[in-house]
């Protein structure tokens, strides 16, 4: 079985490489130092959001064991499956405090789409910077005054267009960036919901094995069925009632290296 593995908080922002900044090993990895609270904030959601998958994931491990003692004891089978429950609702209610959401498929969709038109936007942005006109030969020194002149002049109004532009690229670049690492969260916190689910629904598979063999000696009584029916309940109301939406990313990117 696959381990189910919860996407760290990323980071998200990689500044666009602007030609005139002179090239430094400073400027190889901008942004990367020490880790600032927001950062650290965000590192510690992440843990407690692995390890409420970790308990999801050991949970499913579980499932042949569950299986053969359905065959074994009914019984004690119907209370492992409600100890099971209230195991995975405790870890969707650790993945929930820690900022984790279970997204639509439209709200998804939505997602993807607002993310692949602002990289498009930035993309156009980026290939329309201005380029500078290297200018004409001059034949004479004062063709080459007037010309030198006029290359000042229209360097000076290029640097301001391409310093404009730049701004405008990298804001758009940002946002881009933004959505896309939404999008990545959105798709991992989709991914803990749906194994939550298939571990849910292997459960309800044992449940309905115990009731078929309701004949068996160690069959549970209905107090037995009350437990793992409020047990069941339970997780489904907190599987329910987990918020959707885009989740949250930290306001205060950091720079990847690169």
């Known amino acids: 079985m696959q381990m189910l593995s919860v996407q760290q908080t990323p980071a998200w922002?990689?500044?666009?490489k602007d030609p005139r900044a002179p090239a430094s090993p400073e400027d190889r990895s901008p942004g990367v130092g020490l880790p600032s609270l927001s950062e650290m904030r965000d590192g510690a959601k992440a843990m407690q959001k692995?390890?409420?998958a970790r308990k999801v994931q050991a949970v499913r491990e579980r499932r042949d064991a569950l299986m053969l003692m359905v065959k074994i004891d009914p019984r004690a089978a119907l209370k492992m499956t409600a100890e099971l429950a209230k195991e995975l609702k405790e870890a969707v209610k650790d993945f929930v405090d820690a900022g984790g959401k279970n997204p639509t498929m439209g709200e998804m969709k939505m997602m993807s789409r607002d993310a692949q038109e602002a990289r498009e936007a930035a993309d156009a942005a980026a290939e329309g910077l201005p380029v500078?006109?290297?200018g004409s030969e001059a034949t004479t020194e004062a063709e080459t005054a007037k010309i030198d002149a006029e290359m000042k002049r229209?360097?000076?109004a290029y640097e301001a267009a391409y310093a404009t532009a730049f701004d405008v690229a990298d804001d758009k670049d940002a946002k881009a960036d933004r959505l896309e690492a939404v999008v990545s969260a959105a798709m991992s916190d989709a991914g803990f919901f749906e194994q939550v689910k298939l571990a849910m629904g292997e459960l309800k598979e044992a449940r309905?094995?115990?009731k078929a063999d309701w004949a068996n000696l160690k069959s549970p009584n209905k107090e037995d069925?009350?437990?793992a029916d409020k047990?069941?309940?339970a997780?489904?109301?907190e599987i329910d009632m987990a918020p959707t939406g885009a989740p949250e990313i930290s306001d205060a990117p950091r720079a990847v290296a690169v």
């Not at 922002?13 to 666009?16: A, M, W």
């Open 13 to 16: 922002r990689t500044p666009l």
């Open 235 to 237: 997780l489904e109301k």
């Open 154 to 156: 229209a360097h000076a």
């Open 225 to 227: 069925w009350k437990v």
């Open 50 to 52: 692995e390890l409420a």
């Open 132 to 134: 500078e006109d290297a």
């Open 208 to 210: 309905e094995k115990i």
């Open 231 to 233: 047990a069941m309940a």
